[in-house]
């Protein structure tokens, strides 16, 4: 059997151009007004757009699977290290960010307060020294912000009598006047 491309492995360039028989339009094919070129037998290939992936359910030209087999996929993991990374990572950065900006900026961290006992001890002296009052004991609330502005009682006890002494804070450093007791 021959190719109508003629001999195989064949180098000489004519017989790439005329077909060696056989085929239509040849002496021996049967009638023809003469040779025909080869390339016009050859189909042109017909180039199109590819087909279309398809996503979602499975479509009927899937071919069936086992009842106990899942269609899923496996799915794409990271290694532990960087998942650990990825999570810790990020609440690490925003505990670091809430503990310097409390500290720093709106000081809702860096809440001062007067240390009960020395403020006892300093309103005992400027009421024994600034008002000559003879004063046994002296009783003011815990955890007293240290803001300017801020008011509050203490009690104290002027020769047996209960009095009541009002505190200013003068200061952010802890500095505050004693009221006359009343």
Do not use: H
């Not at 109508?4 to 017989?15: A, C, L, T």
């Not at 496996?74 to 650990?84: I, N």
């Not at 003879?134 to 006890?157: E, H, I």
């Amino acid at each position: 059997m021959t190719s109508p491309y003629g001999p195989f492995g064949s180098n000489d360039p004519q017989s790439w151009s005329q077909p060696t028989g056989g085929g239509p339009g040849t002496a021996s094919g049967g009638g023809g007004a003469g040779p025909v070129p080869r390339w016009g037998s050859v189909p042109a290939p017909q180039w199109g757009p590819a087909p279309v992936p398809q996503w979602g359910p499975a479509s009927q030209s899937r071919p069936a699977q086992d009842p106990g087999q899942s269609d899923r996929r496996p799915r794409w993991r990271l290694p532990t290290t960087r998942r650990t990374l990825l999570v810790v990572g990020p609440v690490l950065v925003l505990a670091a960010l809430v503990v310097v900006l409390g500290l720093v900026w709106p000081g809702f961290l860096d809440k001062l307060v007067f240390d009960r006992a020395a403020l006892q001890v300093g309103v005992t002296d400027v009421l024994r020294n600034s008002y000559q009052v003879d004063v046994t004991a002296v009783s003011c609330p815990a955890d007293q912000p240290v803001r300017v502005g801020t008011r509050f009682p203490c009690a104290v006890l002027v020769n047996g009598e209960q009095r009541t002494v009002t505190i200013v804070v003068t200061s952010d450093d802890g500095r505050f006047e004693v009221g006359r007791p009343q």
